[in-house]
């Protein structure tokens, strides 16, 4: 039999999070789940569309409900959609630690059979009554969580008091082979400029959260690299500003957004992760699939994929020394480099598939749809 499972993001950006969403519908088995896509609107509307489109899920745009409304009143449209949609599995995924609850909500009050809550990344939320509430009346609506690493699962129990029996960890995962192709030697002479520089890359958003100024500040300590920013966001006219400051600006690439990351990833000699915190970051398991050496902060779930030495480097948040020595180390000894990337590669297929991901996500699925029905027939 098919059931339908609804996922919703009230994101406004497009990111690790709405990539992860996207290669989870891809992959639902649809003899099982008919996926359905459901959106507010705002700046990441047209990707996750046109994503949704080309792996055939149907998506649905459902109001806003914003804060200065009355939320009763806001909610109800979105009561509604869901509705209409008639799912047995509401997914809710909350890229930030309180986003998503008027989604949950909704949910709860269209009385799906079960609802899922996917913590893509836990941000730190000051104490106060407002916040605890809004989470406590979501966790109410919840039937399972899903942190994407043991650091966010825990960092859900220690400050929301999640019941271990509502949660559990599903790491993200990724189309592998997608990132196995050679390098185009034209993509790397331009990035270098014709120069015989090495190429360290980096794509993340261009986000506070992703520490890129520390990774500029590195950049000024290795003038014999060009430093490659992939991604799009608010802070690059800041970036740009102190990349001329620190007179780097002659080796350092702005991109934007990119959809060619395997080819980028290709043709660099080590990626770099500079980022404050995370959940799980997909960008540091494409470069692990793609045998590329990995130095990343060791926040959130980063040391979960990455073992310190073996698969890649890792050094603290916000010391640009530390980064520069590590990405020192990677580009003046290939052996090392090779060895890394290699060690990456192999964990990253034994561990971050997008098939174990969704084999394990439509396990939860099933789940709680057996508890469902078990709870009618001892009801009788």
Request: overall charge positive; aromatic content about 6%; glycine content about 4%.
């Given at each position: 039999m098919t059931s339908t499972v609804v996922h919703f993001t009230d994101s406004d950006e497009f990111g690790g999070t709405e990539q992860v969403v996207l290669q989870l519908?891809?992959?639902?088995?649809?003899?099982?789940?008919?996926p359905v896509l459901m959106h507010h609107g705002g700046a990441s509307h047209e990707r996750l569309a046109a994503g949704a489109n080309e792996v055939g899920v149907e998506f649905r745009l459902v109001p806003r409900v914003s804060r200065r409304s009355d939320v009763l009143s806001g909610i109800l449209p979105?009561?509604?959609?869901?509705?209409?949609?008639?799912?047995?599995?509401?997914?809710?995924?909350?890229?930030?630690?309180?986003?998503?609850?008027?989604?949950?909500?909704?949910?709860?009050?269209?009385?799906?059979f079960a609802v899922v809550g996917t913590a893509h990344l836990f941000t730190e939320v000051p104490p106060g009554l407002r916040a605890d509430l809004n989470h406590r009346a979501a966790r109410a609506c919840v039937d399972r969580y899903i942190a994407v690493s043991e650091e966010v699962a825990r960092r859900m129990r220690a400050r929301f008091r999640v019941p271990a029996s509502k949660l559990q960890v599903v790491r993200n995962g990724i189309d592998l082979d997608r990132y196995c192709r050679a390098a185009d030697p034209r993509l790397r002479l331009l990035l270098a400029r014709d120069e015989p520089r090495a190429v360290v890359l980096t794509v993340a958003r261009l986000d506070p959260q992703k520490g890129h100024e520390y990774l500029l500040a590195a950049a000024a300590a290795i003038p014999q690299a060009v430093f490659v920013f992939a991604g799009e966001g608010e802070e690059r006219p800041r970036l740009e500003r102190m990349a001329r400051a620190l007179g780097v600006a002659d080796r350092v690439r702005f991109l934007g957004h990119r959809s060619d990351i395997p080819d980028l990833l290709a043709v660099c000699d080590v990626f770099v992760l500079p980022s404050l915190y995370e959940g799980l970051p997909l960008a540091v398991l494409e470069a692990m699939a793609a045998a590329k050496p990995v130095v990343a902060t060791a926040v959130g779930g980063t040391d979960e994929a990455v073992t310190n030495g073996k698969s890649g480097l890792l050094v603290p948040p916000a010391e640009p020394s530390a980064l520069a020595g590590a990405i020192r180390t990677v580009l003046g000894d290939p052996t090392v480099a090779r060895r890394l990337g290699e060690a990456g590669?192999?964990?990253?297929?034994?561990?971050?598939?997008?098939?174990?991901?969704?084999?394990e996500v439509s396990g939860v699925y099933e789940d709680l749809l057996e508890r469902v029905g078990s709870d009618r027939r001892a009801r009788g």
């Open positions: 519908l891809s992959g639902l088995d649809r003899r099982r789940w008919r979105l009561v509604r959609a869901i509705r209409a949609e008639h799912p047995a599995v509401f997914h809710a995924h909350l890229a930030a630690s309180l986003s998503g609850k008027y989604g949950l909500i909704a949910a709860a009050l269209s009385r799906v590669q192999a964990r990253a297929r034994r561990e971050f598939s997008a098939s174990r991901m969704i084999r």
